[in-house]
């Protein structure tokens, strides 16, 4: 998890960003969560895409990874506005779902404890 600054308050989230020109979406979860966490993981499964759409409209369609943590790079510094990365129960993460940043967080989590996998060689590219 990433505890960050949004719109002047202190949200959790997972670690997420945007998709890059030049990258697949693997590789792009492998950067996010580097650049966010200053962690190197490998990407195991898919867990789930979410769509959500906030009260003013914007939609959010995120693809959720499960990974293995390799690395961790205690001298790199965090991405702009992320205040920490941070290992979470699912008790703690459930007591602080008002600071949730989206309905997305615990959702993705609760796929992932209830066992929801997919290969992922279910993603396909083409160039």
């Known amino acids: 998890m990433v505890e960050e600054w ?3 308050a202190k949200v959790f989230n997972q670690p997420a960003g945007h998709l890059e020109a030049d990258e697949n979406l693997i590789e792009a979860a492998i950067r996010e969560t580097r650049e966010e966490t200053a962690w190197e993981v490998r990407p ?10 906030t009260d003013s409209g914007i939609t959010f369609i995120r693809f959720a990874f499960a990974a293995d943590p390799i690395d961790h790079y ?3 510094p ?11 129960t699912p008790r703690e ?3 602080t779902a008002s600071r949730h940043r989206s ?18 060689d279910a993603l396909h590219y083409w160039s």
């Open 6 to 8: 949004i719109n002047g």
């Open 44 to 53: 195991t499964a898919l867990i789930g895409v979410y769509h959500w759409t």
């Open 103 to 120: 309905p997305q967080v615990a959702r993705v989590v609760a796929d992932y404890l209830d066992g929801r996998r997919l290969p992922l």
């Open 78 to 88: 965090l991405d702009e506005g992320i205040l920490r990365a941070l290992w979470m």
């Open 93 to 95: 993460l459930e007591e």
């Open 74 to 76: 205690l001298s790199q």
